[in-house]
């Protein structure tokens, strides 16, 4: 009788999930990364101001692996950690 009532129902359609899912990496690719980051979080009570590198790092890692999807790192908010192009800093130090 349950099958009468989803009948007419429409079916599911999967899809990828949002971002923050991301394969777990069972093969510790990046384990070294991820040990230096949780290392620096515990030595700095917790703040992850203070680990910017480590995660900079853990998430490049992550994404030469293809444990995750590459993003730019700018879109993921280390765009003050980022080596400014060639050409701009040459324009820069010019009078």
Partial sequence: MSTAMNFG???FTPR?????AFP???FGECKAFKEKFM???RDNSFDNSMCRLQSKDYLECRMDHQLMTKEPL??????????PPPNQSDRD???
């Avoid at 990828?16 to 923050?20: S, W, Y």
């Fill in 24 to 26: 777990l990496d069972h």
């Fill in 39 to 41: 290392k620096c979080l």
């Fill in 9 to 11: 129902s429409k079916t």
């Fill in 74 to 83: 700018a879109k993921l908010g280390f765009r003050d950690l980022m080596d």
């Fill in 93 to 95: 130090s010019k009078p």
């Fill in 16 to 20: 990828p999930p949002e971002k923050g």
